[in-house]
């Protein structure tokens, strides 16, 4: 099947796509007719998606079983490797512009084409008639195609440079509407938190570099004896590396404490926040650390500060979440606890090397199924804040469910697959991160440590399935109501945005079953090079039946408080007080920081502004006045008269003759 088609050889097909795309409406958009402004994007990316499937089929081996180091049949775990150029040749650092692919490649390229297409088809709707319309899709091909350059990037270095463009691309997305000051400020906010992480990431950089002598992959993570030789050696530096470079994870992934940009960034148009939150910048931080599980396994205090993080960062944005009102602001923080998640099952094998596979596995298989559901809920509250007329507070609408069905039923396919519901997506891939985190709290040397995670985790798991059907219930039942700006009858999504929205609500429900149970995702990522062997792993019934009853618990608390008796929720909130307020502030870590941090800071920059003006320019100032003296005393010289300039050559002619004359008197 697909003999013709070589993959080595139309590897940079699937980002050459959106950047045509791309320039495309740059250079000739403004001859065509504006709302044509999508369709070049949706045909870059179908042609994207199309050679990513192609290259899932053809990178590992068909009938491929379980991995270690050889695929089924004996065939070897490998990667395509395509060299466009060199890019950097000075002295020992040679680097050149390489795209690398291998089954966790192909894996993130299918999720990110695919989400994104649907994503943008849902745009073409939910944008229409907006003044920069062309700019949007334009915008939007650029970011697609620098999430694809980062995942087939086949060195750090090439890595760090669309690292920083996914970071830029954000910026312009969520400040897309600059006009207002609000989006204009999240963008900002966004491009230097990151900047923080992106820090912490070049210097993990070029610490590799002076350590291992190269940034490729394949030349580290192909030397597993050098890599483990040099952890042994130096285990400083080396844990020192996989620190640094989990910083910058923080940043691109909003984990604690650079979390904050994350729920700012809702100021961007609904279809940026699904593309952020479901399919690509969040994303790039899991990867990095899944990318780097060679460095990680050989640091286990690494891993356990990773573990530790997103523990934190779970728990944190799940008590955000309660008490939030604003819909996207509580997917935003949905989010993030999720991403936490992940990074619990990363920093999982700390405790022990063995479920390394199934702890990278894991992550990266609930990474994949969250960008389905948790896509379909941006676009479907980007439905609903299209219909209710851009209000998204939910004290302001209710009883949604039949004035918006199709909106009603995805939403809650996306709710259900987030809360945990048996036999869901988000049922299969929470449960195995519950499951590897119990194995690691089993631990005899850090087991203490991962059952505070594992407790962590259980608790966030009844949190997430409270607070996502609040916003469901408050959202859909209940009593019919419509802000003003909605006006009498809302419709609900048009054709372009309902497809994706039933797609993706499709995904959301199955997706997860049809790669979980079966391990289809599992034994195909094995197949990467550089993981461990992984050993037989078997469904953690205990875990899977503790995760049901808790989602259990808290769609049921939800639906009791916001539905059956509300007067319940009311009652909380005001018996809560001040906590229901630190909920609802985000904990005020942004009051913190802006104390602390960003009011100091701008305190030192107004002080060397003064400093500048007042002491280094009056220093610049004097200097440069000590010439104007001189001028002043030869002023009288210069003033264009032919005779005045003849008498001070006479008298300079005298002077050198006298000089001469008494040079040679004394010479003699």
Same mark, same amino acid.
């Given at each position: ?70 695929g089924a049949h004996g065939s070897p775990s490998h990667a395509i490797i395509? &060299? ?96 207002? *000051? ?263 040397? &850090? ?168 002491v280094l320019d009056v220093i610049v100032d004097c200097v440069g006045f ?9 002023? *009288?010289? &210069? ?30």
């Amino acid at each position: 099947m697909f003999d013709w088609f070589q993959p080595n050889d139309v590897l940079w097909v699937i980002p050459a796509a959106p950047l045509l795309a791309c320039l495309w409406i740059v250079l000739v958009g403004h001859v065509v007719r504006r709302q044509y402004a999508h369709r070049p994007v949706v045909l870059a990316l179908a042609v994207s998606l199309a050679a990513a499937i192609c290259l899932l089929i053809h990178v590992v081996p068909s009938g491929f079983g379980h991995a270690g180091e050889h695929g089924a049949h004996g065939s070897p775990s490998h990667a395509i490797i395509k &060299h466009l150029y060199q890019w950097i040749s000075v002295g020992q650092l040679n680097v050149s512009v390489t795209l690398r692919a291998d089954a966790m490649t192909a894996l993130m390229l299918v999720m990110v084409t695919s989400v994104s297409l649907l994503v943008v088809i849902f745009a073409s709707g939910y944008m229409h008639g907006d003044p920069g319309y062309p700019r949007f899709f334009a915008s939007i091909a650029l970011f697609v195609f620098s999430m694809c350059m980062l995942v087939l990037a086949g060195n750090f270095l090439l890595m760090f440079v669309f690292w920083e463009a996914v970071g830029l691309c954000s910026y312009l997305l969520i400040g897309f509407w600059f006009q207002k *000051p609000s989006a204009a400020a999240a963008a900002k906010k966004a491009f230097v938190v990151n900047r923080i992480g992106d820090f912490g990431f070049i210097l993990g950089v070029f610490l590799i570099w002076t350590t291992f002598g190269t940034v490729d992959f394949e030349a580290l993570f192909g030397s597993p004896d050098l890599i483990r030789e040099i952890a042994t050696q130096d285990p400083a530096i080396f844990t020192t590396i996989c620190f640094l470079l989990f910083v910058g994870a923080i940043g691109k992934s909003a984990q604690f404490p650079l979390h904050v940009w994350l729920p700012d960034a809702m100021e961007g148009p609904t279809p940026v926040s699904a593309l952020i939150h479901a399919a690509t910048m969040v994303t790039a931080g899991v990867y990095l650390v899944a990318r780097c599980t060679p460095f990680f396994v050989l640091a286990p205090t690494a891993q356990m500060f990773v573990a530790g993080i997103g523990a934190a960062t779970a728990l944190i944005a799940a008590i955000t979440a309660l008490t939030q009102y604003d819909l996207k602001r509580v997917l935003a923080y949905s989010t993030v606890s999720q991403l936490g998640y992940m990074f619990m099952s990363l920093g999982a094998a700390g405790a022990d090397v063995s479920l390394a596979t199934h702890a990278v596995t894991f992550a990266m298989f609930h990474m994949f199924t969250h960008a389905f559901f948790k896509a379909v809920l941006f676009l479907s509250a980007g439905s609903v804040m299209h219909s209710m007329g851009n209000v998204i507070d939910m004290r302001r609408f209710g009883g949604l469910r039949k004035a918006l069905p199709i909106t009603h039923i995805t939403f809650l396919a996306g709710s259900l697959a987030l809360a945990g519901f048996p036999l869901l997506s988000g049922f299969w891939s929470k449960d195995e991160i519950l499951a590897v985190l119990f194995s690691a709290s089993q631990d005899a040397k &850090h087991g203490d440590f991962y059952k505070v995670i594992l407790g962590v985790a259980l608790l966030t798991s009844l949190m997430t399935a409270f607070y996502t059907f609040r916003a469901y219930f408050m959202t859909f039942w209940g009593k019919e109501r419509f802000p003003e700006e909605a006006g009498h009858h809302p419709h609900d999504a048009p054709p372009a945005m309902a497809g994706p929205l039933l797609i993706l609500g499709v995904a959301a429900l199955f997706v997860g079953l049809i790669a979980g149970p079966t391990h289809l995702y599992g034994h195909y990522l094995e197949h990467t090079p550089g993981l461990p062997e992984a050993h037989a792993h078997e469904p953690n019934l205990l875990m899977m039946g503790v995760s049901v009853v808790l989602a259990l618990v808290g769609i049921g608390a939800a639906y009791f408080a916001y539905v059956v008796s509300p007067s319940v929720s009311q009652g909380l909130k005001k018996a809560s007080g001040p906590l229901h307020n630190f909920s609802h502030e985000g904990l005020q870590l942004d009051w913190l920081y802006l104390r602390f941090i960003v009011n100091p800071l701008r305190l030192l920059a107004r002080i060397a502004e003064v400093f500048d003006k007042w002491v280094l320019d009056v220093i610049v100032d004097c200097v440069g006045f000590v010439p104007s003296l001189f001028g002043a005393v030869l002023k *009288p010289i &210069h003033n264009g008269f032919v005779q005045n300039y003849a008498m001070v050559m006479v008298v300079g002619l005298v002077v050198c003759l006298v000089s001469v004359l008494r040079a040679l008197a004394g010479g003699m």
